[in-house]
């Protein structure tokens, strides 16, 4: 263990997670198997080795998916309120273990301390709704047009539910779907990023854990680790009838290629480029917390992170100069000293790609008004910790239309009326999430409006990131379209079925046709 890991108990929390030096990445729950080759966890807190994972080999796939087959028989029997009986302990394995989880967050994914934990306090919040939901997995009825007939629809179990999950939300987005899938009697498949594998083992056991006690099927809930090619599995896997997958554009849409060639059905939860509007009426204190928050909150790795800020020409000068004064006070740093507001990117590649967006910003014609720089030293040993930039520049320089997963926050100016911020806003290729900062009810209820964002989530003075479960999550355009977590997202991990029954002594036809015997 590293002086980092020892000083902040990463040890006792890796011990209380079940989690050893060498880990069965492969799992359909306490009986692990797995063959395949050895992946590295390496902390981007301090560079240090945190623990290795045997991943899934093809052969192994195999096996989990049986698992998981089997148990799919077995659980969508079980009634939706006992299937909520198994979240809800879930949900309370998990306060027990919020510390411990939060810190493994913390260290493995380079996220503070306090976002660990508010990660971990999400998967709580979905628990408890889905323990709701478990109860009102409601269908419609409907009054036939024949007589003695009565018609309803109701919702079944899909099956088995494949989740691929991304490094920068590790443990939240799958206990989204896990939980929700789960209430409504599917079985989950899951391949967390394998940059956070070990975040996967540690729910995986506690999740395992709930099953064992309550004598179910371990194969409920599969986990396989490893790279892409076991997502290549999973999307071309007849047997899944859904995968949800949150990551790149670049990604989504290889998977929704993938599973749409064999008409399977995906969630997809992709890029965002989200801004927020800010407008004459906008408070100035309110807009620069809401705004550093969203760009520099998890290194600005959030798909819902503030990228954009289009503010008002009147007000421009104002708002910039908060702002680099707002950022002069940010502490960079050990994510789990509670101190440190901004802690490391994921690993070297994201540095990289974060120094040539700057670069490109600049060769595009952007003026720098916070400098970025890579820090380096004692404190920043694995070289992955990067200072968050302000850069002032237009919407239509090419890098400025890309989602980059980084502390970057580009400043636009609009002048005008609150439309052309909205035309603005809406041009680019993304639709996650946007917001607009203002005291003025017209701008603000135009800009919620049809004619107003083109985004999946839009928010009145608030910023972009850090949405409640309870609404669905997701985006348009590139963002993929899904809808995860709250209101009625739980609709996609079910199959629809409409039933006509008739109890009357004779058949008649619908639409008045006549066909005698
Ligand atoms: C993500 O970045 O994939 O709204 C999810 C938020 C969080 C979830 C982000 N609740 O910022």
Not at 56 to 65: F, G, I, P, Q
Not at 112 to 137: K, T, W
Not at 232 to 240: A, P, Q, S, V
Not at 376 to 383: L, P, T, V
């Amino acid at each position: 263990m590293s002086t980092i890991a020892t000083q902040f108990g990463i040890k006792e929390a890796l011990t209380q997670l079940g989690i050893q030096e060498i880990n069965e990445g492969t799992s359909t729950g306490i009986n692990n198997f797995s063959s395949g080759e050895i992946l590295e966890s390496f902390s981007p807190v301090d560079g240090a080795l945190i623990a290795k994972v045997t991943t899934t080999s093809a052969a192994d796939y195999e096996k989990v998916m049986q698992a998981a087959t089997e148990a799919f028989k077995v659980f969508r029997l079980i009634p939706a309120p006992k299937r909520g009986e198994i979240v809800r302990q879930f949900g309370e394995k998990l306060r027990q273990n919020k510390e411990a989880l939060g810190k493994l967050v913390s260290y493995e994914m380079g996220k503070s301390l306090q976002e660990g934990y508010g990660e971990v306090q999400e998967m709580i919040d979905i628990c408890d709704f889905a323990v709701g939901l478990s109860r009102q997995l409601h269908g419609l009825t409907m009054h036939s047009e024949r007589p003695n007939h009565r018609m309803y629809e109701q919702y079944h179990p899909l099956g088995v539910v494949g989740i691929i999950s991304a490094f920068n939300f590790p443990v939240a987005v799958w206990s989204w779907n896990a939980a929700l899938a789960l209430v409504c009697g599917d079985v989950c498949v899951w391949k967390p990023s394998e940059k956070t594998p070990l975040c996967g083992i540690a729910c995986q056991n506690i999740l395992a854990q709930v099953l064992q006690e309550n004598k179910l099927p371990e194969g409920i809930s599969c986990l396989i680790t490893g790279d892409y090619t076991m997502g290549e599995l999973m999307t071309n896997d007849g047997r899944i009838p859904l995968i949800s997958a949150t990551g790149s554009t670049r990604m989504g849409k290889i998977v929704a290629q993938t599973v749409a060639a064999r008409l399977g059905k995906s969630l997809l939860e992709l890029g965002g480029n989200n801004a927020i509007i800010v407008t004459p009426d906008a408070d100035i204190k309110m807009t620069v917390i809401g705004a550093v928050f969203g760009a520099v909150g998890t290194a600005g790795q959030r798909c819902t992170s503030t990228r954009r800020l289009i503010i008002h020409e009147n007000i421009y000068d104002k708002v910039a100069a908060a702002l680099v004064a707002a950022y002069q006070q940010l502490r960079i740093g050990n994510p789990l000293d509670e101190n440190n507001h901004v802690g490391p990117l994921i690993d070297a590649d994201a540095v990289e790609k974060y120094n040539k967006a700057l670069e490109r910003a600049v060769a595009e014609g952007g003026k720098i008004l916070v400098n970025g720089d890579v820090f380096s030293g004692e404190d920043y040993e694995s070289g992955c910790y990067v200072k968050p930039a302000i850069v002032e520049a237009e919407n239509s320089f090419e890098i400025v239309q890309c989602e980059t997963f980084a502390p970057i926050l580009y400043l636009l100016k609009y002048s005008g009326t609150v439309e052309n911020a909205i035309a603005i806003q809406n041009n680019v290729v993304q639709g996650l999430s946007s917001a607009i900062m203002t005291n003025n009810l017209r701008e603000a209820e135009l800009f919620l409006s049809t004619a107003g964002s083109d985004c999946g989530i839009a928010n009145v003075n608030i910023g972009t990131s850090g949405a409640e479960i309870g609404g669905a999550f997701g985006g348009e355009k590139e963002t993929g379209g899904g809808r995860e977590s709250g209101s009625d997202a739980w609709k996609v991990y079910m199959r629809r079925q409409t039933n006509t029954i008739n109890y009357g002594s004779t058949l008649p036809l619908a639409q008045g046709i006549k066909f005698d015997l």
